[in-house]
């Protein structure tokens, strides 16, 4: 069964940048789509981007569009989200997960992903 963990959170300030990794453990990435997701205190988790299974296509929230970027390396197993320009309302721990359908990003629900990862807090302040 797929096995996904997240790395690359920390501390950093306002207007900077952070890349998240996104692992695939025990079973290969494939062709899965994947998507990141995000939990503030006191919030919704929320999708943030989503790849398709190919890295073809992408889709971005709109309050991260213009400073994220997500991308993958199905040879290493791997889908990376580069975060630019943060501020502090990306303040979240931010999951991994796996589409359960489709080769395409067409749903950022989360109840239509699974496998999710344990997620790494990601902290914006000054």
């Known amino acids: 069964q797929l096995q996904l963990v997240e790395s690359g959170g920390g501390l950093v300030q306002p207007g900077g940048s952070l890349k998240l990794s996104c692992a695939a453990s025990?079973?290969?990435?494939?062709?899965?789509?994947i998507g990141w997701f995000r939990q503030a205190p006191g919030k919704e988790r929320e999708g943030v981007s989503c790849?398709?299974?190919?890295?073809?296509?992408?889709r971005y929230a709109d309050s991260v569009k213009g400073r994220f970027n997500i991308s993958r390396d199905n040879a290493k197993n791997t889908v990376y989200l580069q975060m630019n320009s943060l501020k502090p309302d990306d303040t979240a721990v931010y999951y991994c997960?796996?589409?359960?359908?489709?080769?395409?990003?067409?749903?950022?629900?989360?109840?239509?992903?699974?496998?999710w990862g344990q997620g790494t807090q990601v902290t914006v302040s000054s």
């Open positions: 997960a796996r589409l359960l359908s489709g080769y395409m990003c067409w749903s950022m629900v989360e109840t239509d992903f699974g496998s």
């Open positions: 790849i398709s299974g190919t890295g073809g296509s992408t």
């Open positions: 025990r079973s290969a990435l494939d062709y899965y789509p």
